[in-house]
């Protein structure tokens, strides 16, 4: 249920008609890498997110998931 719930959030966070389904698709994917606790997933995802911080629409969006990417990998380590 928890992990749903993220997703729903997440996929309102990003909406740009620019590369939509790619960022969505990425976002998605670094859900399901936080919650499984795959760290190497969640660098990768980092990284395929790059291409995107330009994009007026949904920059600042992306900018944020690749921070939460960096943290929940951090914080994953932790545990």
Do not use: H
Not at 4 to 27: E, R
Not at 48 to 77: C, E, H, K, M, S
Request: charge should be positive; proline fraction near 1%; glycine fraction near 8%.
């Amino acid at each position: 249920m928890r992990f749903q719930l993220a997703l729903a959030l997440a996929s309102l966070l990003v909406t740009s008609a620019t590369g939509q389904d790619s960022v969505n698709d990425l976002v998605k994917k670094i859900v399901r890498a936080d919650y499984e606790g795959d760290r190497a997933a969640l660098q990768n995802l980092y990284g395929a997110l790059a291409p995107y911080t330009n994009d007026q629409a949904n920059g600042a969006n992306v900018q944020y998931w690749r921070g939460f990417a960096l943290w929940r990998r951090a914080i994953n380590g932790f545990n």
